[in-house]
Structures are given as C-alpha cells and as structure tokens.
C-alpha cells in the first residue's frame, strides 16, 4: 500500500484551482493533478504493509490533540525554479501550527520505521508535474498575468490518511482514516 497523510481542501477553494486548470491547460502538455486529488500533504509514507495498517491508524490517531489550523491558499509557483521546473503549485500559508502537525507525524512514524525527512517540511498544492519541461513560453506568460491569485482561506481541523493507486489517467487517493485534531 502507498499512503501518505493530507489536508483537504473545501469545495470553494478547490472549484477556484480548476478554473485556473483550466484555463491554463491547454497552454502546456504537463500532467495536471487531478481535482479530486488537491491536498495539502503532511507527511508522504510511500509503501506501508497492509497488515501494519492499524498499528500506523492508532499511532496517527495518538497524535497531540490541537486547534483548527487557519490556511490561505494564495499565488503559484514553480519548484525548484520557473527555467527548468518539475511541479506547478498553489501556496500555502499557514501559521507554525502545520508544520508542528508535519513534523510531529514525521517524528511518530519514525519510531514504526520510517525514515524521517531530510527536507525542511514546504506545505503546497501541485497543480501539475513537468516530465519534459520545454515549449512553456505562453504557459508562463499566462501564469505571470495571473499574478498572485487569492484561492481563499478556511481552517482545518482533521487530517486524512490516504491511499494512493497509480492508474492510466493518474493516481488515485482513496480515503482510508480521518482523524480530527481535537476531541
């Protein structure tokens, strides 16, 4: 099983991240992430053996009880850099409390094997994936113009463990756990 733990975003937030899909789409040949599959990861698992599933749900759900996490999503960007890019994304902003959340899940999955993160935890949506990053001279201008859009805020209170199936049309995130942050 491939799993990974996420934010969700509302409908509202997640309907203003199409429209600019979709008028960006047409202006590259990228994989664009599907709808469906906009989170706000906080900590990717990779390969995890199903027989070991409810001992990772009772660890997650052992976590620090916490507040509702206030979160704008605002501008896009390119990482690492918009000359040779490999992921399009939406920010994400977010007090310390996240990261808290990030880092956390990240140290009690270390004491059940994984190994921690190296990098320092960077919240955001991919938008979309760049195999072979070239002919992107209008996708860029287009993106520019956009400037630094407002997708909206909310505050989260629950993440999701999440499993993830590649398929033909992309992955696919089916929701296994859902664990609020306060009781």
Known sequence: ???????????EIRNLLVEVITKLRPLARITWSRPE?????TKFI?????ERLQELNALLAGLTPRARIPIQ???LGFYPGAKYPRVFW?????????????SETDRALAKLGLEPESRAYS???????FKQPSGLEAFHKAVVGLGQPEFG????????????????GGSVYTRLSEFPFST
């Not at 919240?123 to 994936?129: G, S, V």
């Not at 909310?154 to 398929?167: T, V």
């Open 90 to 102: 939406a920010g994400v902003e977010a007090p310390p409390e996240l990261t808290a959340l990030a």
């Open 37 to 41: 599959n906009l989170h706000i990861t």
């Open 153 to 168: 805020a909310f505050e989260a209170d629950r993440f999701y463990l999440y499993l993830s199936k590649p398929g033909p």
């Open 73 to 75: 999503v605002r501008g």
């Open 1 to 11: 099983m491939r799993l990974f733990t996420a934010i969700d975003l509302p409908a």
């Open 123 to 129: 919240p955001h949506l991919t938008l979309a994936r």
């Open 46 to 50: 990779g390969q995890w053996p199903e």
